[in-house]
Antibody, heavy 120, light 111 residues
Framework: QITLKESGPTLVKPTQTLTLTCTFS??????????VGWIRQPPGKALEWLAL???????RYSPSLKSRLTITKDTSKNQVVLTMTNMDPVDTATYYC????????????WGQGTLVTVSS | QSALTQPASVSGSPGQSITISCTGT?????????VSWYQQHPGKAPKLMIY???NRPSGVSNRFSGSKSGNTASLTISGLQAEDEADYYC???????????FGGGTKLTVL
């Protein structure tokens, strides 16, 4: 049974750096074809893909946010960490992490999400 | 503005069928058979309903089906039920640096 859970601050100030952790179980990020990514959703708005890290440490980023994002993994802890620098109120959103694999080529299992508010 | 275009809302009565469209380009929907559909109830995480255009994950009702023609994918829900009322998002793998793109979402109302 695959599960993922996001954790991190619920409130950050403008210009601060956001660090989110995705802790997962039911799969290994050292298995060929597996990836863990991040997607966000501003309140009342659509989903936006942010970043993905693959089992082989290949990393992909949304071009529009690439300069602000860093994704890393700790396979031994079953965790993926996303950092986003220079936070702005427009970054207020629910942030989800999700599992992907070359079996389905999609984000098939999602965490419950964590709401991050950017405000002074 | 989302990369994929969906109608903002659709509605139907219980027992009826509805179809939600998702229009992209040859770089995403038209170029790959990697279109997915998600159902999202208020305050909940998206749930995968369809992947690879027309495949259903285990546990998803066969009332949900997907198809694709050219740059447009479609999700059809037959035998509408009250619990189908939710937001639906399409997603596609893309050849651009952005691995996946999403639609703007469609609110389904069961009358």
């Amino acid at each position: 049974q695959i599960t993922l859970k996001e954790s991190g601050p619920t409130l950050v100030k403008p210009t601060q750096t956001l660090t989110l952790t995705c802790t997962f179980s039911g799969f290994s990020l050292s298995t060929s074809g597996v990836g863990v990514g991040w997607i966000r959703q501003p309140p009342g708005k659509a989903l936006e893909w942010l970043a993905l890290i693959y089992w082989d440490d290949d990393k992909r980023y949304s071009p529009s946010l690439k300069s602000r994002l860093t994704i890393t993994k700790d396979t031994s802890k079953n965790q993926v960490v996303l950092t986003m620098t220079n936070m702005d109120p427009v970054d207020t959103a629910t942030y989800y992490c999700a599992h992907s694999s070359d079996t389905t080529v999609t984000n098939d299992y999602w965490g419950q999400g964590t709401l991050v508010t950017v405000s002074s | 503005q989302s990369a994929l275009t969906q109608p903002a809302s659709v509605s139907g009565s219980p027992g009826q069928s509805i179809t939600i469209s998702c229009t992209g380009t040859s770089s995403d929907v038209g170029g790959y058979n990697y279109v997915s559909w998600y159902q999202q109830h208020p305050g909940k995480a998206p749930k995968l309903m369809i992947y690879e255009v027309s495949n259903r994950p285990s546990g998803v009702s066969n009332r949900f089906s997907g198809s694709k023609s050219g740059n447009t994918a479609s999700l059809t829900i037959s035998g509408l039920q009250a619990e189908d009322e939710a937001d639906y998002y399409c997603s596609s793998y893309t050849s651009s640096s952005t691995l996946w793109v999403f639609g703007g979402g469609t609110k389904l109302t069961v009358l």
